[in-house]
């Protein structure tokens, strides 16, 4: 099931460099870990914004909210879900 | 280069059936056509409204716009485009 | 998997009386046989306004879409759809 | 009487991780002593928030409002109140 | 039980003056006869708007929707509905 | 002359417990004074929120401002002022 | 007492020219009387829209009220009204 | 003296084609000519929406709002005026 | 040439008395002489808020920006800027 | 490519003033290199904000956020991104 995720980032100004590099190095690993399993189908940079919109395919709500809450970036996160259904116009 | 786009289609509820089946017919011609040649390339339905999510990649602005405002429902449209950059974790 | 979902019908104050007491039996119906398949579990009416929430219990979003899109007033609905996770303090 | 209750937490993200648990294994405590109550009938998680939806089932305002300021997040949380009311369509 | 309750009235401009006047008309004896009844306990206009905010005084969710649902300006009308609760400063 | 006030409460949840006691009992002395002088006619909790719905009956703009000013909890409120004009349904 | 007001005219583009131009015509010496009288103290346009902010200098609401609610272009308005306070800083 | 103009056009999707053809292209040669003028710097369309932002070099308030209140399509529009200053890093 | 602008004044609750009266007394001073030089035509408070609307007659807007910049309280306030032009109905 | 770009800037009050100054100073180093190349192609200040409106032409998203997110304010920014077409009506 694809559900259409919207990430904004809020890491205060005042977190020290060294905290900031590592949280963000687990989250990498953490989203490329998924990427290769097929969940995370998409990931892009909003330009100009420390955003992404992303493409997950998961089984259902709970198994995306597993994996949304577990993001070591959670805590600083805005996060929205908008769950997309087939388009009747869609050729794939 | 790659582009989120949200369509929100609000016909007018008095519209003939005939008139409104025949716009959304050519409509679906028109975006297929584009999903075939690479240019429009996903589309998702948002759940519960009469909207949908896409990706267009194209060389840029002024393609996309003549992309969108050609679209057979254009007047009935409310459209917001998002431009999207490579995300650093991305693995593609 | 549940679904909670806002309706806001706006139906124009001048259609015939008549066409309007036609549309709202024909949902009634719609609404109370999902609600006896157990698709649509909850209904309440949002005080002081013609609008509902509504808790829904479907396979997916392609299920849950295929059942709003049905609806007899959609056309004249404002619909938000809110996809719904098991909370770790529930005791069901 | 029927509230649907939206519940948003904002724990500042610097609180000591011991001093965040305390505060929701609390929460959880009073939570689910209000679900054995049948005041608090239902609660699900807001897929990728740190959010809940829930209905409550209460004697009137008074009563639901000294639940919610009592909850141990309160003082984190914003909270936002529907009073619902019987649906002519409901079949229950 | 004790409610705020904000009412906009949206008239089309090109309603018949007699249409309106009647509309009106109606309205006021049915506010008139709640107020009498005590269940209306205050309404006052909005400065510059056609617009009230008003203090419903009922037993409850179902009373009050079938008293808003009711006003013969209800097709006409965007109404915003806030429980009230005692507050622990009032003297009364 | 009469007036809606919506004050919305903003705490820092780290404010020392005894400070906030203070400043809550000096508020609530503050309001009923002015509940006693007739000015503050009435004051509702919102359902929820840490926020109330007031009205004052007072000589003008200069008056309630000064009163709203004075309050204890001012540096830590958003204040909200509609001026209510007599509504021509009034039966008081 | 002082209140500033903006006010924004919506006239449907479909209205004949000559009804639209008697009403501006009686909505502009309905303005023109009241600033002679003082009570209209100040207007201006808001550049690039068809809406002006307005100084008054009334009695109070209900004068306020009556004022507004009797200008000829009222049923095509948007109106917001801010009471305004002496300022301490003011030099007058 | 700079502005900065966002307009966004509302044109009724029945006018019919021949009525909507004439005033885009009085509206164009309009555009045009104070673009010659010097006045209307730059015309620029945003992405997907029947609407653009642009740059104005006017005397002042009084001659913009002449100018926008005299663009063709003014009653189909909602426009939006920003004043622009010198920015300190500007190199020009 | 005229503008409207409305300023909020946000003050850290914590900062030392002092300090905020120091800067109070120095923005007052500030005030002031720009109303006596004609260029802060007028200044009132919005009721119920640490906030004023003023108007400012000024060369243009890099005068007008460099007057906002330069208030002591210019750090701690959200400003809005509208323009201002003749309005056909002003008798003056 | 061209896209318009706002920048709010939002530095926290209690930041030293050496630090802000050398902040100031590098980014203004850095927007008047990207100027002298031509990618940034205009820079006005917002009246009475601290903030900008901007003009850049570039390859596409990817530079543009390459240049936005190294901006030395970037941590402290709210950036907004409009991609621009070209106008049918613009003569240039």
């Known amino acids: 099931m694809k559900y259409l995720v919207r990430m904004d980032v809020n890491l205060p100004p005042?977190?020290?460099?060294?905290?900031?590099?590592?949280?963000?190095?687990?989250e990498k690993a953490y989203s490329?870990?998924?990427q290769r399993d097929g969940k995370w189908?998409?990931?892009?940079?909003?330009?100009?914004?420390?955003?992404?919109?992303?493409?997950?395919d998961?089984?259902?709500?709970?198994?995306?909210?597993?994996i949304l809450s577990g993001l070591p970036l959670f805590p600083y996160m805005d996060i929205?879900?908008?769950p997309l259904a087939k388009h009747?116009?869609?050729i794939h």
């Open 14 to 26: 005042d977190m020290p460099r060294e905290q900031a590099e590592k949280i963000k190095a687990t």
């Open 80 to 82: 929205q879900v908008i």
């Open 58 to 66: 998961v089984d259902g709500h709970d198994e995306l909210h597993g």
């Open 32 to 34: 490329q870990g998924l």
């Open 41 to 56: 189908v998409s990931i892009w940079r909003v330009v100009g914004e420390y955003a992404n919109y992303s493409i997950f």
């Open 88 to 90: 009747p116009s869609d």
